[in-house]
């Protein structure tokens, strides 16, 4: 079995607990917005909604501070695939029912974001990425250069998430341009 060096894991940590504490601030800040977002997915009887709405900000708030504690990452880790497992079959089954122009609910800013199969593909990406950070770590300790390798990968790997998403959002809507 491969086995990690613990800088990879407190590098998906940290992704993991930026995008999902971002997320559910997003969800917070615009909440009306948010259920919304969750009543138009229809994955789920309607009288349901007002308790996913909040379980949902509350379980991506949950992931974010448990996978920063080494002691609880693992089940942070499980917890954010989860959720991303989740977002994956309801945005598969929005795109096989054909209702390509409901919003994601996962765009960085408050202007909508149509579900398409590159969500998918990155949503698979980011479980994959996940799920591996539950892989066995060296015993090592962690050094000052480490340390510095942590904070520069993971601000890289931040941006790259996120212009991966503004790419994905601008290429819906560049198409949509094209073809008017």
Same mark, same amino acid.
Request: hydrophobic share 60%.
């Given at each position: 079995m491969p086995v990690l060096d613990p800088v990879y894991s407190l590098i998906v940590a940290i992704l993991v607990a930026f995008v999902f504490a971002h997320a559910a601030t997003h969800k917070v800040m615009d909440y009306t917005r948010h259920v919304a977002i969750v009543a138009d997915y229809q994955v789920m009887p309607a009288q349901f909604v007002q308790l996913l709405a909040p379980l949902v900000i509350l379980l991506e708030f949950a992931a974010a501070i448990l996978v920063l504690l080494p002691a609880t990452r693992p089940?942070? /880790?499980?917890?954010?695939?989860? =959720?991303?497992? !989740?977002?994956?079959? &309801?945005?598969?089954l929005n795109l096989a029912r054909g209702r390509t122009s409901i919003d994601c609910g996962c765009g960085w800013d408050s202007q909508k974001?149509?579900?398409?199969?590159? /969500?998918?593909?990155?949503?698979? =990406?980011?479980? !994959?990425?996940?799920? &591996?950070?539950?892989l066995p770590l060296t015993n090592r300790s962690l050094h000052l250069v480490d340390w510095v390798l942590v904070a520069f990968a993971s601000s890289a790997v931040i941006a790259v998430y996120y212009i991966g998403d503004l790419l994905i959002a601008n290429w819906l809507k560049l198409r949509k341009l094209r073809s008017v």
């Amino acid at each position: 079995m491969p086995v990690l060096d613990p800088v990879y894991s407190l590098i998906v940590a940290i992704l993991v607990a930026f995008v999902f504490a971002h997320a559910a601030t997003h969800k917070v800040m615009d909440y009306t917005r948010h259920v919304a977002i969750v009543a138009d997915y229809q994955v789920m009887p309607a009288q349901f909604v007002q308790l996913l709405a909040p379980l949902v900000i509350l379980l991506e708030f949950a992931a974010a501070i448990l996978v920063l504690l080494p002691a609880t990452r693992p089940m942070g /880790l499980i917890l954010a695939a989860g =959720l991303l497992l !989740a977002y994956l079959f &309801s945005i598969g089954l929005n795109l096989a029912r054909g209702r390509t122009s409901i919003d994601c609910g996962c765009g960085w800013d408050s202007q909508k974001h149509p579900i398409s199969g590159w /969500l998918l593909i990155r949503n698979l =990406l980011f479980i !994959a990425t996940t799920l &591996s950070a539950l892989l066995p770590l060296t015993n090592r300790s962690l050094h000052l250069v480490d340390w510095v390798l942590v904070a520069f990968a993971s601000s890289a790997v931040i941006a790259v998430y996120y212009i991966g998403d503004l790419l994905i959002a601008n290429w819906l809507k560049l198409r949509k341009l094209r073809s008017v």
